[in-house]
């Protein structure tokens, strides 16, 4: 399995501004991917984490709204800009094990609320 | 489009109960299905992964099934225990998109 930890657990912040989450896992993973868990709703993938390349982003979620950067194997950053209200939800980066099951592990989560 | 369903959406029960939580998918082209665990404001744990060719995983107390012809997987918990209260989640994993999609969760209530 892999130990992940993310930065900030937790945010107020108000509308307009721009918050960096940072995501860092204890081994090295090909695959990173970030999630968004809205109130009382479940999981939607916002966007999987390409080390040396360009996010790959779901449909619905832009590039200008959802800045990812990968600059290495255990290291991921999610920005989410120009916040409104809509945007409060938690955030969460996971990783794929190396080890060919393709099970999933998640970190801890941030939860985010705009004001 | 793949789909995850969850039922029930809720459930409450008296401690020391066996119980089942029901995941149903819409696309048996899946590579796996994943169980996960979330307390209230927290991060995911992953509890049971059953690979597409598997019939059911188990650890401990839980043991999964999963039927892809059907597209229906089971979690069986068993002699429930209040730390058991969280939310449960289902996942199956897209074959060739290696992307999770999650079913809306049930969540569970254990009483004393």
């Known amino acids: 399995s892999a130990v992940i930890s993310q930065k900030p657990s937790r945010d107020i912040c108000q509308r307009g501004t721009s918050l960096t989450i940072q995501c860092q896992v204890d081994s090295q993973v090909t695959m990173m991917f970030w999630y968004r868990q809205q109130p009382g709703q479940s999981l939607t993938l916002i966007a999987t984490a390409n080390q040396g390349s360009e996010a790959t982003y779901e449909s619905g979620f832009v590039i200008d709204k959802f800045p990812i950067s990968r600059p290495n194997l255990t290291f991921s950053t999610l920005t989410v800009s120009n916040m409104s209200p809509e945007d409060s939800s938690i955030y969460l980066c996971s990783v794929m094990g190396q080890g060919g099951s393709y099970e999933q592990y998640f970190g801890p989560g941030t939860r985010l609320t705009v004001t | ?112």
């Open chain 2, 1 to 112: 489009k793949q789909e995850v369903t969850q039922i029930p959406a809720a459930l409450s029960v008296p401690e020391g109960e066996n119980l089942v939580l029901n995941c149903s998918f819409t696309d048996s082209a899946i590579y796996n299905l994943q169980w996960f665990r979330q307390d209230p404001g927290k991060g995911l744990t992953s509890l049971l992964l059953i690979q597409s060719s598997q019939r059911e995983q188990t650890s401990g107390r839980l043991n999964a099934s999963l039927d892809k012809s059907s597209g229906r997987s089971t979690l069986y918990i068993a002699a429930s225990q209040p730390g058991d209260s969280a939310t449960y989640l289902c996942a199956v994993l897209i074959q060739g998109a290696q992307k999770l999609v999650f079913g809306q969760g049930t969540r569970l209530t254990i009483n004393p």
